[in-house]
């Protein structure tokens, strides 16, 4: 992430203020608030993470979510408390992302000896082989983490039937992703018969 020089004038403005500046364009502002917030973000994800490069990468994408937020900024509360907000809410998407492809993936040796973007691509490819109602449905509760009920009326659905294909969903995504994992084991079971 490329920071502006940090103007003398923002160097003494307290957080709020820079973050009205940095709502209306002005980049040296935000090149103030990240150079006095980005070892406290990274330490606020390097203590609940283990890797650091993941911490890194979770500290940049926070503060480019401040950046693509900036106009909505109200300035209600505290900059710390808009900023960790922000921060807590990666934290949680990044989790439940690594506990669904974790949900999916756990039972499977083949899978889960790939690459973390091997991983993600065939998590993909696998959800985008759901039908679409469904797959809609497993997305807005798994990433979005809505309630059955904002589900439901999201989809203008029965929330019985949020229920039941989100299910179905989970079942049909399981088995997607077992399938090459069955179909790696079967061909070492019959590589010694075709050997004889």
């Known amino acids: 992430m490329r920071v502006e020089p940090v103007p003398e004038s923002a160097a003494g403005a307290d957080d709020q203020e820079l973050m009205v500046a940095v709502s209306r364009g002005e980049t040296g502002a935000f090149s103030e608030l990240f150079r006095r917030y980005q070892q406290p973000v990274f330490g606020f994800y390097r203590r609940r993470l283990a890797d650091p490069a993941q ?10 979510a401040i950046l693509r937020g900036a106009s909505r900024y109200q300035p209600t509360a505290p900059f710390r408390t808009y900023l960790y907000g922000i921060a807590f809410r990666m934290l949680g ?3 439940r992302k690594r506990a669904l492809r974790s949900a999916f993936f756990g039972g499977s040796r083949a899978l ?3 690459s973390t973007t ?3 691509l065939l998590l ?12 809609e449905i497993l997305l807005l509760r798994e990433f979005e983490q809505l309630s059955y009920a904002e589900i439901a009326e999201l ?5 019985n039937t949020v229920r039941s294909r989100l299910f179905r969903a ?3 995504l399981r088995e997607l992703l077992t399938l090459p994992a069955q179909r790696t084991s079967a061909a070492a079971i019959h590589r010694p ?3 004889l």
């Open 55 to 64: 911490a890194e990468e979770l500290t940049q994408e926070t503060f480019v």
């Open 93 to 95: 998407a990044y989790r």
């Open 112 to 114: 889960a000896t790939q």
């Open 118 to 120: 091997e991983t993600e």
């Open 124 to 135: 993909r490819e696998a959800v985008g082989k759901l039908e679409r109602t469904d797959r």
């Open 155 to 159: 989809l203008k659905l029965p929330i």
């Open 170 to 172: 989970r079942v049909a």
């Open 193 to 195: 018969e075709e050997a």
